[in-house]
């Protein structure tokens, strides 16, 4: 059955960091590259950072000098290391595959149900 439980989530002051989890089902460790998406409040979802079985990694140039993502095949994680957080990292994050749609129920892209950061001033 697939499943993406993404958990890790908080409040946590400016500053502060955080590593987020991401437990899918078997499948994902057969995906090359997995990543860590998030969505602030009225905003369209965007990459935070990807990393390929091959160690490759992707991660958006404004954000590359304080997230890590990392990937454990044998549990089927993803994890995301965040630091020097910032009030803009405020948003819901998600993993799946990079780019999305390797992960799909009957057709249709799958999406786990996220977890929430809160960073406060």
């Known amino acids: 059955q697939v499943q993406l439980v993404e958990s890790g989530g908080g409040l946590v002051q400016a500053g502060g960091s955080l590593r987020l989890s991401c437990v899918g089902s078997e499948e994902i460790r057969y995906i090359d590259t997995m990543a860590w998406y998030r969505q602030a409040p009225g905003k369209e979802r965007e990459l935070v950072g990807a990393r390929s079985n091959g160690g490759g990694s992707v991660y958006p140039d404004a954000l590359k000098h304080r997230i890590t993502v990392s990937r454990d095949n044998a549990k089927n994680a993803v994890y995301l290391q965040m630091n020097m957080l910032e009030l803009g990292d405020t948003g819901v994050y998600y993993c799946?595959?990079?780019?999305?749609?390797?992960?799909?129920?009957?057709?249709?892209?799958?999406w786990g149900q996220g977890t929430q950061v809160t960073v406060s001033s």
């Open positions: 799946n595959s990079y780019p999305p749609g390797r992960i799909s129920i009957e057709g249709r892209e799958f």
